[in-house]
């Protein structure tokens, strides 16, 4: 009896399975897997940015800059970026800032185009990490209360009043 290439036979059906098993396994586990993700609320979430602790240092008498910061948490699934900041009530002259040090133990500000936000963390910003850089254009007193918008790469424009505090 002869057998032909193309009719299937036990043997064939067998190795043709056994061969199957090991592709589809592994697709219905990284399908279980991202479903799982996905369910959980973590698959494509946009960055969800909030504001808090916004406070502005009170500038000393002279000087032309002062820093504001801000505690800026995102508790969404993918990262994002504050690009600038503004205010209505200082013109022109803010700028994101990033505090370094040199080798001889002396620390310097250099600008940043912009600060990473990364999802599910928070950016604090302190007087040892990052400020926003504040050209004194108004006098101010403990207590005010001074309005910006912080502009994000993906979640847009976000308000804060930052209150004014003795450094």
């Given amino acids: 009896m002869t057998v032909h290439p193309w009719i299937p036979t036990r043997r064939r059906l067998a190795d043709a399975l056994i061969a199957a098993i090991a592709p589809v396994s592994a697709c219905v586990l990284a399908l279980?897997?991202?479903?799982?993700?996905?369910?959980?609320?973590n698959a494509?979430?946009?960055?969800?940015?909030?504001?808090?602790?916004?406070?502005?240092?009170?500038?000393?008498?002279?000087?032309?800059?002062?820093?504001?910061?801000?505690?800026?948490?995102?508790t969404g699934g993918a990262p994002d970026r504050l690009e600038k900041v503004t205010s209505p009530d200082i013109e022109d002259g803010i700028s994101l800032s990033r505090h370094r040090m040199n080798q001889g133990a002396s620390a310097y500000r250099e600008v940043a185009d912009t600060l990473p936000v990364p999802a599910g963390a928070t950016l604090d910003?302190?007087?040892?990490?990052?400020?926003?850089?504040?050209?004194?254009?108004?006098?101010?007193?403990?207590?005010?209360?001074?309005?910006?918008?912080?502009?994000?790469?993906?979640?847009?424009r976000v308000q804060a009043l930052a209150v004014v505090v003795r450094p």
Avoid: C, Q
């Fill in 32 to 41: 279980g897997g991202l479903s799982g993700w996905a369910a959980s609320g």
């Fill in 44 to 74: 494509g979430s946009p960055p969800r940015i909030g504001v808090t602790h916004a406070r502005l240092y009170l500038p000393y008498a002279g000087v032309p800059e002062t820093a504001a910061f801000f505690g800026i948490t995102n």
């Fill in 125 to 156: 910003m302190s007087p040892l990490t990052t400020d926003v850089t504040v050209p004194v254009t108004r006098r101010w007193k403990p207590g005010d209360l001074v309005p910006f918008t912080l502009h994000f790469e993906h979640a847009g």
